[in-house]
């Protein structure tokens, strides 16, 4: 039962919903609904006073590929993601989506939602970080590539000049010689202890070449000088370098957004063991 209060706009295109955007002034983005549901509690379902719906424009549900990259509409669901194969998206991805709540949830519930969320990192998040996911982002007026690092803050972003929404998600297919998921907390739900991690490494000639540590929860960490201290060391990993990564670790990531806490050590845990896998 929805509140009788909202009004409930759609769009057929991408570009009509850049002129409701431009139109009507504080209007609220929606697509599956899930993650307002999460939040709520009441056997009435509340919604803003005014909403766009997303979720039946054709092009934002639509999944490209192309030998460097896949590229998802905002609005294409979970379930739909899980269904082209673990072939053909990051194995990082496609675990972490796979581990999300149920499959009727996944069937509602679509990937612009899930890193969209407010006040806590959902489980997609991390990997797509880790991933170097770019985000086509809509204003009423343009249309602009931004990735994802920037376009999300710790620390609040700005409000925009004008309203905007993400379009599409495109991330990079390039394969990994090791891809590490994990999710923290409590399995299928939601809570202020969930968090999700992700550890990617490539290697050349026993070097290693490229590495990726993600973290998000209700802060998300991802440092490229820490990433940047790791590559070009000889493999396998010493005890000794191990030790060492781990303190220079506790330099990089911030005590002042992410205090010694439960959260902190499940971080540094997971972020030992996956080390670990390189020696």
Not at 18 to 38: D, F, H, Y
Not at 101 to 115: D, E, H, K
Not at 119 to 135: C, E, I, S, V
């Amino acid at each position: 039962m929805l509140n009788k209060y909202t009004t409930i706009y759609g769009a057929s295109s991408a570009v009509e919903a850049q002129m409701i955007l431009k139109n009507i002034t504080g209007i609220s983005l929606v697509a599956g609904c899930t993650e307002i549901a999460r939040r709520q509690t009441s056997r009435t379902l509340h919604l803003p006073a005014n909403v766009l719906s997303l979720a039946g424009i054709p092009e934002l549900c639509v999944v490209n590929k192309t030998e460097r990259y896949v590229e998802f509409g905002s609005c294409v669901t979970l379930n739909s993601i899980l269904q082209l194969g673990v072939k053909n998206i990051p194995d990082v991805l496609y675990e972490a989506i796979e581990s999300i709540a149920n499959p009727a949830v996944r069937n509602l519930a679509t990937i612009g939602g899930n890193i969209s969320a407010k006040g806590q990192r959902l489980t997609a998040f991390a990997p797509l970080l880790a991933l170097d996911a770019r985000l086509e982002i809509r204003t009423p007026l343009e249309t602009d590539w931004i990735p994802m690092s920037r376009y999300f803050s710790n620390v609040g972003r700005d409000q925009p000049k004008t309203p905007e929404f993400i379009s599409k998600i495109r991330v990079p297919t390039e394969t990994w010689d090791i891809s590490v998921f994990r999710r923290v907390g409590r399995p299928g739900i939601v809570t202020d202890t969930t968090a999700s991690f992700a550890f990617l490494v490539n290697s050349q000639k026993n070097i290693l070449a490229d590495i990726r540590v993600a973290w998000a929860g209700k802060f998300f960490f991802r440092k490229r000088e820490f990433e940047n201290l790791m590559i070009g060391r000889t493999l396998p990993l010493s005890e000794k370098d191990i030790m060492t990564l781990l303190d220079k670790a506790d330099l990089f990531f911030d005590k002042t957004l992410f205090p010694p806490s439960y959260e902190r050590k499940c971080l540094f845990n997971l972020l030992e063991d996956s080390l670990r896998l390189l020696t």
